[in-house]
């Protein structure tokens, strides 16, 4: 069975730049959800995915967007990089409903 | 709102020691609760789910307990080991929002 992965694992940009991640999930699970996690913190939301829509949301401003595929991978996409984009972004798959989620290893964002 | 606070932040023991860490939530209409380990840099491995028909569940070493009507999870180490050098997440996941709430963590060291 493989897990959730995540690409890039480490990526630079500047302050106004657009960035693009990526994550497959879980094999069996049809949901993407995505986390933001700035260091010494916990994960906060961004949104999740379901059958290719947005299925909540959290505080996070109209320049996080994202994507889900019919394969139920998923992108989360950033403009207008800010310096305080700069953290691990973790993506995690579930089955709906479940309450069970498993994460990838993340993909550490550094915005200079 | 759902808000989930973790004591003590940081906790250092000696290894072969039994230990406890804490995690309070503010609404008790969490649907399930899970516990996570995260390495420096990593992403979440998931130690251990329990649902909310549940009130503890084990795995090896571990034991995790909530009690609902308390606002209180807790998370048992027994005979801990250097590799158990991590920092431990609890997060509570609420039915309809589709999302996890998460703690700051406890950043665990074991001492040989």
Redesign the interface.
């Known amino acids: 069975e493989t897990g959730?992965t995540?690409s890039p694992t480490h990526l630079i940009k500047t302050r106004g730049q657009q960035v693009t991640l990526r994550c497959s999930s879980q094999s069996g699970h049809n949901?993407v959800?995505w986390?933001q996690q700035a260091l010494?913190?916990?994960?906060?939301?961004i949104f999740?995915y379901?059958r290719e829509e947005e299925?909540?949301r959290?505080n996070f401003p109209p320049r996080f967007s994202g994507l889900q595929f019919p394969n139920y991978s998923s992108e989360l996409n950033v403009n207008a990089l800010e310096l305080d984009d700069s953290a691990?972004y973790?993506c995690?798959s579930s089955a709906?409903g479940t309450?069970?989620?498993?994460?990838?290893?993340?993909s550490?964002l550094t915005v200079l | 709102k759902q808000e989930?606070t973790q004591i003590p932040a940081a906790l250092s023991v000696p290894e072969g020691e039994n230990l406890v860490l804490n995690c309070s939530f503010t609404d008790s209409a969490i649907?399930?609760l899970?516990w996570?380990r995260q390495d420096p840099?990593?992403?979440?491995?998931?130690l251990l789910?329990i649902?909310s028909s549940q009130r503890e569940q084990t795995s090896g070493r571990l034991n995790a307990s909530l009690d609902k009507s308390s606002g209180r999870s807790t998370l048992y180490i027994a005979a801990s080991q250097p590799g158990d050098s991590a920092t431990y997440?609890c997060?509570g996941?609420q039915?309809g929002?589709?999302?996890?709430?998460?703690?700051?963590?406890t950043k665990l060291t074991v001492n040989p």
């Not at chain 1, 010494?40 to 939301?45: A, D, E, K």
């Not at chain 2, 840099?41 to 998931?46: A, F, P, Q, R, V």
């Open positions: 959730v995540q949901t959800s986390y010494g913190q916990g994960p906060q939301f999740q379901y299925n909540g959290g691990l973790l995690a709906i309450g069970e989620l498993f994460f990838g290893e993340g550490r | 989930v649907y399930n899970q996570f840099g990593k992403g979440l491995t998931s789910l649902q997440l997060a996941y039915g929002s589709e999302k996890l709430v998460f703690g700051k963590g």
